[in-house]
């Protein structure tokens, strides 16, 4: 009997390692070959799933805002509308996020320039403001914010917020620390902060 | 008599060339030629300048800050302690700040990557809140922000506003107009804006 592939969790395994490819040696220095070498597979293998680097690296984006989501919601079935620990779930506070933030960092600079990224990049944008907005709606039913027209707003809010503050702590992680973070967000969030 | 040269001039008309190429076609694929060859000089007078491409990519960053600053240092030149429209000098709201932005965003990439450009990069957003706080100083003369503990407080969060609002509204200049963007601003600043 042929061995039994599973190929979504082989996908995965390779986006993993084109993440911190990426975040160790940059969106162009990196190459199919050496992401297939630190994967364990042969290029074939690599461009069987992937045909392109363009492919690959698009996946790679999807894939790090999917994990990033996986945490928020994770945090979110054990404390629904705890605005403070879903951003915590996405800052950059150990190797993991940090290592997420430096490839959304990557793929703006190509979003930049490139519309299929750019495309991507506004429905990750929208997709965070979603996540946001489903925590503060777990709250309004306890009173604040009162009325979906302001959960909209303070969905936008958080997420400039986690954008500017994820983007200082992941350059300066000695100033970020994970209490400071806390601090930050424990201040900005005001009356969405339980604690 | 020999024609005199300015160097420094020469220095910025190149890395205004280099930062117009770097948001049109990105970091890496912009060369040393192709930059010598839209700036109207040979690549030996580009190099006699920037001994290599890494010198002249760090010169232009420091070169799209400085020119952000003159845009602020103009503002509240006019209006000492206009915090409103010291952040819309800022923020991307033309195609001139649309692609200073472009360029802040090639260079974080290499910041995650490269020590130098990581302490260049906090440099900048050190200076990008003495910005803030000097214009913040300004206003406390007039009860607000009461202490200057609070002031480095407040200027802190601008920036992290200011970062926040801004890679959003390069991605996305439909949604982030210049309207826009003033009434986020105006909302955020509360009892700090005049207008």
Redo the contacts between chains.
């Keep these: 009997m042929p061995a039994i592939v599973d190929h979504d969790s082989r996908r995965e395994h390779v986006a993993r390692i084109a993440a911190d490819l990426i975040?160790?040696?940059?969106?162009?220095s990196v190459t199919m070959r050496q992401i297939a070498a630190e994967a364990g597979f042969s290029t074939a293998i690599v461009t069987h799933y992937f045909s392109s680097k363009h492919e690959l690296l698009l996946h790679t984006y999807r894939s790090t805002a999917i994990s990033a989501q996986a945490r928020v919601d994770a945090v979110l079935a054990q404390h629904p509308g705890d605005v403070l620990a879903s951003l915590e779930a996405l800052v950059p506070r150990d190797e993991e996020s940090r290592r997420d933030w430096?490839v959304y960092?990557?793929f703006?600079?190509?979003?930049?320039?490139d519309p299929v990224f750019?495309a991507e990049?506004?429905a990750q944008?929208l997709n965070a403001r979603r996540i946001l907005h489903e925590a503060l709606q777990a709250r309004s039913a306890r009173g604040w914010p009162p009325a979906e027209a302001e959960v909209a707003t303070v969905a936008q809010?958080l997420?400039?917020?986690?954008?500017?503050?994820s983007?200082?702590a992941?350059?300066?992680p000695v100033n970020w620390s994970a209490d400071a973070i806390r601090r930050y967000l424990v201040a900005?969030l005001g009356p969405l902060c339980d604690r």
Tied chains: 1, 2.
Excluded: M, P, T
């Design positions: 975040a160790r040696v940059g969106l162009n430096k960092i990557a703006w600079h190509i979003a930049a320039l750019a990049q506004a944008a809010r997420l400039l917020i986690l954008v500017g503050l983007v200082q992941v350059f300066d900005e």
